[in-house]
């Protein structure tokens, strides 16, 4: 890399086209001016500059030189204008979330994007390690969770709730034991499915409830949007967030289980720490907490 200070010697020998003012323009002395330029040249293996008399003229390659330093100089005064502008509607937005999440913030997103085509919306759909990995590698700029990060380099927040449901086809009769009555309907599995059974069975049926292996394997599907397919075909129960039913295409074929205890779960908003936000995640970080809130 050039030395910046034989650089900006050589910037103001090109205007000045005098030794004697750019050595006084930079408080240097003639022979410290000559000894830049000639740093220079040793550095390109260029010469840069052929005397005639007191005068001179730049070579071919010391008009590249000059050149280059104008445009450095101008990307430089670019990048800072960028820097300090932070254009609340122009930029990329980097963010992952969970399924369900996904599926009431996308939309969102998107009419926001609507409205300012300066913005690009990059959402993933990820589980918490994933949205981890991506924070500390600068891939993303937010994230969502159900789970605590709980990393050194990241920053989190509690910022809801998400209530989990189990829902049944809407034809379905619940016995007298109701858990016994879901055990032989079946259960339609997904990657979360055990991990939300044995929070809201075990809840509820603490003394009964002996894990998902007791209950009847009815399918298994990993696509969010499908999941209750099955069941509103009357093929299983599933559990699961209650804000996906309200975007399945005929909740009319669906119901959900009323439980003696609620069961919610907390969603964390993340982010890397000291690494504060651009301007264009103000309205984004307005339309999540309006996600969560619809969660």
Known sequence: M???????????????RSFTKTANQLFMTQP????HVRKLEEELGESLIYREGKQFELTHAGSMLADFIATQKLQHQDFVEKLKADDAYHGALK?????????????????LQSQHPGLSVSLEAAPVG?????????EIDLGISTQRIEHQGIEEKEIGQEHLAVVVPSS????????????ELGMIFHPDGKHYADLVLGRNFAEDYQGIETLTHRGYINQLAQILLPVSKGLGFTVLPSS???RFEQPEKLKQLSLAQPISQS?????????????????????????????
């Not at 379905?172 to 055990?183: P, Q």
């Not at 969603?267 to 339309?287: C, G, N, T």
């Open 2 to 16: 050039l030395n910046p200070k034989w650089l900006t010697t050589f910037e103001h020998l090109v205007k000045t």
């Open 32 to 35: 410290g001016v000559s000894q």
């Open 95 to 111: 963010i992952a979330c969970s399924g369900t999440m996904a599926m009431t913030l996308y939309p969102m997103l998107l009419d």
């Open 130 to 138: 994933r949205i981890r990995e991506m924070l500390m590698n600068n």
């Open 172 to 183: 379905f009769s619940v016995g007298e034991d109701i858990l016994a009555s879901l055990a």
């Open 244 to 246: 996906v039913i309200d």
């Open 267 to 295: 969603l964390f908003l993340s982010q890397k720490k000291h690494r504060s936000l651009p301007h264009r995640y103000d309205k984004v970080l307005a339309l999540i907490h309006q996600a969560v809130s619809e969660a």
